[in-house]
C-alpha cells in the first residue's frame, strides 16, 4: 500500500493551494489529505496561534495515520513540516519553497524586506495579518495571469501575526520555536530559481540542515504547486518518493 501523503499549506492560504497539485500523487495511488492549518478554513482565529500549534496539529494527523505518512509543505507550510518531523516519524519530507527555519538567514533584500515590514502593523505578532494583494502580486503568484493571481488572492485568508513573527524574526525568539534537526528520513526540497521570497541560496542552506537533497526548477517562481510547470515539480516528486522506495526495498 502507498504511503499517504499530507499537504501541508503556506502563510495566508488554505488546503485549497493543492486542489490540483494533488492529482498526480492520488492517480499514483496515495491518499492525499491537504488539511487547513489552524484558523484557515474561514473561522478566523489565527490571532496568537504559534508555529508549534501548527507543527503539532501536523503531527497529530501524520501519527493517525497506519503507515508513516510523506510530508509535502509549501513555502511556511514546508517550515510547519519540518517541524512536525521533528515531533514523529514521517517516511519522507518534501519541501516546496520552504521558510527556512531558526538560524537560517535569508540570502536576498525581499526577504529582509518582508520582515521588517510587519513592524509598521505594530505590535502584530499579536494580532491576525490581513493578506496584502500588492506582496502576493510580486512575490508568490508572479507567473500567473491576472484571473488567476485575484482568484487565488480571493481565498486567502488572515495569518497568525505570532507565527509570521516566529518565522521571519527567527533572531529575536529565544524559544528558537522553529528550530529543527535532520529528521532520520529521506529529504528533497525544491527551489524555484525566479523566486526572491525563498530563493534556491536559502533554501540550499534549509536542506543541508536537513541533510537533504536540492533541486531547482530555473523558470519557475514561488507558487510551485499552482503556476506554470507544477505538473513537472509533481512528477519530481513522485520520482523522489519511488527511488527512495526502491532503496529501501
Same mark, same amino acid.
Given at each position: /500500500? ?6 501541508? =499549506? ?6 485549497? +493551494?493543492?486542489?490540483?497539485? *494533488? ?6 495511488? =496515495? ?29 497529530? &494527523? ?20 519540518? /517541524? ?16 527556512? #527555519? ?20 505594530? #505590535? ?32 486567502? +485568508?488572515?495569518?497568525?501575526? *505570532?507565527?509570521?513573527?516566529? +518565522? ?7 524559544? /528558537? ?20 521570497? =525563498? ?22 517562481? =514561488? ?12 512528477? *519530481?516528486? &513522485? ?11
Amino acid at each position: /500500500m502507498r504511503a499517504p501523503v499530507i499537504m501541508v =499549506h503556506g502563510a495566508f492560504c488554505g488546503g485549497w +493551494t493543492f486542489d490540483a497539485f *494533488r492529482a498526480p500523487f492520488e492517480a499514483a495511488g =496515495h491518499a492525499v489529505l491537504t488539511p487547513d492549518l489552524i484558523g484557515h478554513d474561514g473561522s478566523g482565529g489565527v490571532a496568537g496561534v504559534s508555529m508549534t500549534d501548527y507543527a503539532r496539529q501536523i503531527a497529530g &494527523l501524520a501519527e493517525a495515520c497506519e503507515t508513516p505518512p510523506i510530508l509535502i509543505g509549501h513555502s511556511m507550510g514546508g517550515l510547519v513540516a519540518q /517541524m512536525a518531523a521533528a515531533r514523529t516519524r514521517v517516511s519522507k519530507l518534501i519541501l516546496l519553497a520552504p521558510s527556512a #527555519p531558526w538560524g537560517v538567514s535569508g540570502a536576498s533584500l525581499e526577504e529582509a524586506a518582508s520582515a521588517v515590514s510587519l513592524y509598521a502593523l505594530g #505590535p502584530y505578532w499579536l494580532q491576525a495579518v490581513a493578506p496584502d494583494y500588492g506582496v502576493v502580486r510580486r512575490y508568490s503568484v508572479d507567473r500567473l495571469p491576472r484571473p488567476a493571481r485575484k482568484a487565488i488572492f480571493a481565498r486567502m +485568508t488572515a495569518e497568525s501575526g *505570532r507565527a509570521l513573527w516566529e +518565522t521571519l524574526n527567527w533572531w529575536l525568539d529565544p524559544f /528558537m520555536t522553529t528550530s529543527v534537526a535532520a529528521p532520520g528520513c529521506p529529504v528533497l526540497a525544491i527551489a524555484g530559481g525566479k523566486d526572491v521570497v =525563498h530563493p534556491p541560496s536559502t533554501v540550499r542552506q534549509t536542506v543541508a540542515r536537513l541533510g537533504g537533497l536540492l533541486e531547482v526548477f530555473p523558470e519557475m517562481s =514561488h507558487w510551485l504547486p499552482g503556476e506554470p510547470g507544477w505538473e513537472q515539480v509533481a512528477g *519530481r516528486c &513522485l520520482e523522489f518518493i519511488a527511488s527512495e522506495d526502491r532503496a529501501a526495498a
